[in-house]
């Protein structure tokens, strides 16, 4: 999907929290520049002004902002639809105009406009498609299925695809697939105004199967709460330059995993068949929907999915709201010499478990065979009565 960045230029937090969330959750993944960022020479595609305030000092604001990002389409916001302040706008430089608070519809029909405009300028490129995976508890296999499916991903398409480790603390991706990084995810968000194809050389280590990897901060800090704007776009820039973008989110739900689903394509929230998984991923899910992350993006994953199961695959559907998308066996012995000589398991050969990682991967190179997903909500009340006496 074409990835947008945004500005808000507010004094206002409230108005930043509300067209923040606006902007976010509209039909195009879009990120959120953080104002120091874009001073930084991160080119913003929408700008939106706060122009309920004192007006002529808002029209100086839109034609500042018009001198610097000529390309961008500039939203004014007013209290009032005044005619004379509709016409300083746009002779400002400004591309649209809406009255406080902005009507979604409308506000995201803008966007909508602005994107189609923007993907016949930037030409060719076909829009990246970014796929998060999510842990419903730690050790539920998120590094293992992300891993897996970005070899896959990158064997079975040519395509180019990168798989980003967001763990902080020695994360693993790297360790999986038996390679050393030099740099690391820290190396990136910390040069983003610098990171064009030449630099993301640098900083990726590529893997045999094509699958690049820019690898988790040795950092146990780090990427932290104040790496959430860099990090938005760092993942912006990433999809100009993959067609395939993996996020290894790990299972805490904080500022970065939060930048992480809401640039995803789709989302995958990994769990095993147990009582913690299910209690936990009906609490992501929630998260999920009070963010506006679009919960219509998550799939279901149970991984070490073996009969018999502690919970029957219908009733985790029914307690979730959502179908299960794909489950994969447990085999402990098969996946833990994968990890230990670091050669991920779609190279090692035939094993139930590795074709099972085929089947992943070409669903999700074919969308058309996708599963639909059950509307959210629809939740069966005996199943999840049934579950709720589980603990
Ligand atoms: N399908 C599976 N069958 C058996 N063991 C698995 C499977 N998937 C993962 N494991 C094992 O579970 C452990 C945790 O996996 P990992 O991918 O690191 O989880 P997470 O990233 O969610 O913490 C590892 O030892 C891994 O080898
Ligand atoms: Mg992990």
């Not at 007006?55 to 004014?76: C, D, P, Q």
């Not at 009906?282 to 219509?296: M, S």
């Not at 999915?305 to 794909?326: D, T, V």
Request: charged share 20%; hydrophobic share 45%.
């Amino acid at each position: 999907m074409a990835q947008l960045a945004g500005l808000i230029v507010s004094e206002d937090d409230g108005f930043k929290k509300h067209v923040g969330r606006m902007l976010r959750t509209g039909p195009i993944p879009l990120s959120v520049l953080d104002e120091r960022l874009a001073r930084d020479g991160a080119a913003p595609d929408v700008i939106v002004v706060d122009a309920r305030g004192d007006a002529s000092s808002a029209m100086s604001t839109i034609e500042r902002m018009r001198a610097t990002a000529a390309g961008a389409g500039i939203f004014a916001v007013a209290l009032a639809a005044d005619p004379d302040l509709i016409l300083q706008s746009m002779r400002a430089g400004a591309n649209e105009f809406f009255t406080w608070p902005p009507p979604e519809e409308t506000f995201h029909n803008a966007i909508r406009r602005l994107a189609g405009r923007r993907e016949t300028a930037i030409g060719s490129k076909p829009p990246a498609t970014t796929l998060v995976f999510f842990g419903a508890k730690g050790g539920a296999g998120t590094t293992t299925v992300a891993v897996n499916c970005g070899v896959e991903l990158a064997r079975l398409s040519k395509r180019s695809t990168v798989i980003v480790d967001l763990k902080a603390g020695l994360g693993e991706v790297s360790l999986f697939l038996g390679v050393r990084p030099r740099y690391t995810l820290i190396d990136a968000i910390d040069n983003l105004h610098r990171l064009d194809r030449e630099f993301l050389r640098e900083l990726v280590v590529k893997h045999k199967s094509g699958l690049e990897i820019l690898a988790g901060a040795d950092h146990f800090d780090r990427p932290g709460a104040g790496d959430a704007g860099a990090l938005e776009e760092l993942f912006r820039l990433l999809g100009r330059q993959y067609d395939y973008i993996l996020i290894d989110a790990g299972s805490q739900i904080n500022s970065c995993t939060v930048a992480a689903l809401y640039t995803a394509d789709q989302m995958f929230l990994i769990g095993n068949p147990d009582v913690p998984s299910v209690r936990n991923a009906q609490r992501l899910l929630d998260r999920v929907r009070q963010l506006g992350a679009c919960g219509e993006r998550v799939r279901i994953v149970m991984n070490r999915a073996a009969e018999p199961f502690p919970i029957p695959p219908k009733q985790i559907e029914s307690a979730l709201g959502h179908p299960i998308h794909h489950m994969f066996p447990s085999d402990y012995k098969t996946v833990s010499a994968a990890l230990n000589s670091g050669v991920p398991l779609a190279l090692t050969g035939n094993s139930d478990i590795a074709s099972q990682f085929d089947r992943f991967t070409r669903l999700i190179l074919d969308p058309n065979a996708q599963i639909a997903p059950v509307a959210a909500g629809k939740k069966n009340a005996l199943g999840i009565e049934r579950l709720a006496s589980l603990w």
